[in-house]
């Protein structure tokens, strides 16, 4: 169990600078496209259908943790368990196909983009970061490999840090602000000696994204994976202000939207259809190399088991955990069986998350 809160504390994606707690070869475009569609059937048909599934036990488990959000499974392709129960911010009843806030689960999708600007050979996960901030005297110490792998040793942002975020400032503007003040800091531990859990890690990494492309961030996601796996449930945090149409109306005030804080770390809001076709894309070669993935979900830290945006050996399979704001998530795979599950919810709290994710696993495969 200590291990478990361990994990879940690490995932959370509490950033105090952004008021994101409660107080970021072959173009994956082809691969998307060329991708067969029953792999999101499952998850589709449910997220239309609003029927109650859930194999035994389950009942009892939802009930036990006074749950309410969406819960999806499904198995080789067909749904083993569908839930929904709740009130989203709009006023509206949860269906499983809202879109809710995932925090720290955005982690992936940007892994993934990195992987796929190094397959295009664009960057390598070696290069060290003088090549992207030649203004960062520590830069040159730390690889994108250490970025990705929360081995960097980059001091995290805290309130104490007096840098002045806000609302009321454009992306580029606060995106400035966090890179001038980190850009004067040194170390806290050398790379690749230890594992500590940092937002800054994947923020930066999402900027390099942008660096590297010559594109948004968001227009990058939406460009080589949103829209080419039919993700239309799926958008950024920072989309909302400009087009909310997209999120069918829903409302996230409970986030604190301050532009550009959350990218890459925390930034993404999904439903359960279009994160299971997520995952399952991105395990099957449909949205970077076998060889990405592989590095994906290498186990670089194995006393807490994590990978590239992934924690690795939950039950047999690899996942992550994300909150912000009053939402929590928890997005899983297990390859060898074949078996999925997403869980969102904007009531419970991201420790009882983790228990709830475990407990719903082991309902799952017994």
């Not at 009843?93 to 982690?107: A, E, Y």
């Not at 960097?152 to 003040?181: A, F, L, M």
Request: charged letters at 20%; hydrophobic letters at 35%; a negative charge.
């Amino acid at each position: 169990m200590k291990k478990i809160i361990a994990i879940l504390l690490s995932a959370l994606i509490i950033l105090a600078v952004s008021g994101c707690s409660s107080d970021n070869s072959e173009s994956s475009s082809s691969k998307a496209e060329s991708a067969p569609t029953t792999e999101a059937a499952a998850a589709t048909e449910a997220a239309a259908t609003e029927t109650t599934v859930l194999p035994k036990g389950m009942d009892e488990t939802i009930e036990d943790n006074e749950f309410e959000g969406v819960i999806f499974a499904a198995e080789n392709n067909k749904t083993v368990a569908s839930f929904a129960k709740g009130t989203a911010e709009n006023g509206k009843s949860i269906t499983v196909g809202t879109p809710l806030p995932v925090g720290s689960v955005s982690k992936q999708f940007c892994a993934a983009a990195v992987l796929l600007l190094q397959e295009e050979g664009k960057l390598s996960v070696k290069d060290t970061l003088d090549k992207y901030y030649p203004d960062f005297s520590e830069g040159k110490k730390v690889s994108l490999h250490n970025l990705l792998s929360m081995r960097s040793g980059i001091p995290e942002p805290g309130k104490s840090s007096g840098i002045d975020i806000s609302s009321d400032h454009t992306e580029e503007e606060n995106v400035k602000i966090i890179k001038d003040w980190l850009f004067k800091q040194r170390l806290k531990a050398k790379p690749d000696t230890t594992y500590e859990y940092a937002n800054i890690n994947y923020f930066l990494l999402s900027d390099i994204v942008q660096q590297v492309s010559g594109k948004k961030y968001s227009e990058f996601q939406r460009e080589n994976f949103f829209t080419p796996l039919n993700m239309t449930n799926t958008g950024l945090i920072n989309e909302l202000s400009g087009s909310p149409e997209w999120a069918h109306g829903n409302v996230y005030q409970k986030v604190d939207t301050q532009p550009g804080i959350t990218n890459g770390a925390g930034d993404i809001i999904s439903n359960a259809a279009d994160l299971t076709a997520w995952i399952n894309a991105l395990s099957t070669g449909k949205v970077i190399s076998e060889e990405s993935f592989k590095a994906m979900t290498t186990d670089y830290s194995p006393d807490v088991h994590y990978g590239y945006g992934m924690y690795l050996n939950i039950e047999g399979g690899i996942g992550h955990y994300g909150a912000i704001g009053i939402y929590s998530a928890f997005d899983y795979i297990n390859t060898d069986k074949k078996l999925t599950l997403v869980v969102l919810s904007n009531s419970i709290d991201p420790t009882s998350m983790t228990g709830l994710a475990g407990d719903l696993l082991t309902d799952l495969m017994s």
